[in-house]
């Protein structure tokens, strides 16, 4: 084994893990592009990849059909004890855990390379950046984080001789016997997989998945669940958000972070195109966001990451123009259909429906097949340093100063299109009931509502009471200099279940109006959800929208509001005595104003 780095600490672990894992090889990883062709060609070479005709430098890797998502189910935080986990995660004691999944990694890289991947999680040398080392044997996973994140010989330089790193052990649990044949997808079956955070030693171990969040281990298990526990320890904040920069006519520049639950466009937010004359965008980030209160009192935020992994089905010319034209080369597919011309197609794509194609299961498809082509998760990689619209500031190692924060979700009636806070206080307390509905595919007609509060649900490393706290507690240390909060919901529908607002671009007219919020320009009209737009502030020139659509859409019903109560008390009442008092009161002040509101003619 040779190790290019005198980091005692390092070495110790690679060398332990290597003696565990027992892989044929060890391989450091210097994060150059040579590397990645390498590791992308033995891919192909070896059946797991195919190279697209089509898309220059692009590939398509179908995975085992069992390990095509995130596994909340088999995700764990383990604390030593089961009240700091909280309701809202799975629990094992760290000694049982780490014992079962010692036996696990015993021998688990059997016929494998060990690859050792450093990578930086931000700017290497940014105060908000945090450095990780991986150890994994999928090739995978090695092209994925090259895209994903800094990875390489500048973040062993970074480290020195003693500098902190975060382990993260990965397998995808499938060793290989002297002569067996690798399978071009191999992982562990669902009972032995295990993503597993131990927060009180800032440790990271998974096994037997090789998909997304469970294997690339920078994003949500380093990024979330490891930093919301160290961003709450040293009062910053890691957040499930995307990061956009508006730029006004008169070239004033908001900064946006946004938390969206899944299907809820953040990706195609933060790429977004405004359709306001004079106004333009930027985008920072789509998925993570790490912000810290810096000496201005203001609270400035980074993008970790350093690419996207986003979901393709749904992804088109007329939902997303910006992210097309970013995939057309150097990207890395999953789960994706493959056509007869050597291009990757997928449900929703706006492209022809090709007559035939391989599907995700890597079987003839056409378009009488009953099932679709594309796995309804299949994904792209690639990085940012692609996107058209990307800001030249989307690396500035000191973050951009946060105006406005965004919660939102699918909602098709009760929540109008924009509301703003009356305050911090009820501004956090709108993220932690942040709502939405499961889209008809997954539930079949039944709108059922899900709370994921500040959409963390899956990603919040502790209790979900204290992390409201911290919101809490990190308002009231901005004070007057915290961003302003604002709620929307894209999604509101007419009584025929016809969507009310045309999204997507034209989206910039509601984010124009927090702006002009923002510079006290317009008034709002109070009602018992917040403050909403005057119908005449929402800039509709060159919108055909129905003449009653934007009152609808705006409309807070106390009538409708009373059903969302209980099922807040229920929620709150799931999380004990964690659920600050704060949030209490802001209950107990919602329920007076709904009750305020039914006294009213209209309500
Ligand atoms: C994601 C997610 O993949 O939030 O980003 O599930
Ligand atoms: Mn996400």
Redo the contacts with the bound molecule.
Sequence with gaps: MEFPCGHKGLVKWVEETAAMCRPERVHWCDGSRKEYDEVMAESVRKGSAVALERRPDSFLFRSDPSDV??VESRTYISTSSPEDAGPNNNWIHPDKLKEKMRKLYSGCMRGRTLYVIPFSMGPVGSPLARTGIQITDSPYVVCNMHMMTRVGNEVIKALGTDGEFIPCLHSVGYPLKPGQKDLPWPCAPMEDKYISHFPEENLIWSYGSGY??NALLG??CLSLRIASNIARREGWMAE?MLILRLISPEGRKYHIAGAF??ACG?TNLSMIQPTIPGWRSETLGD?ICWMKIREDGRLHAINPETGF???APGTARSTNPVAMEMLERNTIFTNCALTDEGNVWWEDMGEPIPSHAIDWKGRDWNPQSNEPAAHPNA?FTVPISQCPTKSPDWEDPEGVPIDIILFGGRRSGVIPLVCESFDWDHGVFMGATASSEATAAILDKVAAVRRDPF?MK??CGYHMGDYFQHWLEMGDRLGDRAPRIFYVNWFRKDPKGRFLWPGFGENSRILKWMCDRLERKVEAVQTPAGLVPRVEDIATNGLSLGKDALPELLRVSARDWEGELEPIQDFFGELGSRLPLRLRYQLEALKRRVKDGRSCPEG
């Design positions: 998502a995130r997304g969040g994003k949500k499930h639950p899944s953040k998925d992994f986003g979901v994904r959409a899956p990603f």
